[in-house]
């Protein structure tokens, strides 16, 4: 599956965005969907999983403030982002897993270019 994140941009603290991820090649209703962020100097951090059937799973910063969610009509996964904090700004990526992979990342086979996304405070 080729998966294009996009919806990234500046966005005042406070304020919302919605990222997409579109398959291009493949289905998005094949596989476990995943967000990951990655801030300057810092590791990679789980941010969403949204299994088959819909279940879902946060990070622990974003928990309450974040939802991400499927539409397989479209072939696209999303990540509506609410109340954002200055802390949030990273680049967001999207990706596939065969697997319930949630936090592990090494159990995600595809990837996403990235879209950046920063907060202003």
């Known amino acids: 599956v080729q998966l294009q994140a996009s919806g990234g941009g500046l966005v005042q603290a406070g304020g919302s965005l919605r990222l997409s991820c579109a398959a291009s090649?493949?289905?998005?209703?094949?596989?476990?969907m995943g967000w990951f962020r990655q801030a300057p100097a810092k590791e990679r951090e789980f941010v969403a999983g949204i299994s088959w059937s819909g279940n879902t799973d946060y990070g622990e910063p974003v928990k309450g403030r974040f939802t991400i969610s499927r539409d397989n009509t479209k072939n696209t996964i999303y990540l509506q982002m609410n109340s954002l904090k200055p802390e949030d700004t990273a680049i967001y990526y999207c990706?596939?897993?065969?697997?319930?992979?949630?936090?592990?990342?090494?159990?995600?086979?595809?990837w996403g270019q990235g879209t950046q996304v920063t907060v202003s405070s």
């Open positions: 090649v493949g289905t998005v209703s094949s596989y476990f």
């Open positions: 990706a596939a897993s065969y697997y319930s992979a949630y936090y592990d990342s090494d159990k995600y086979k595809y």
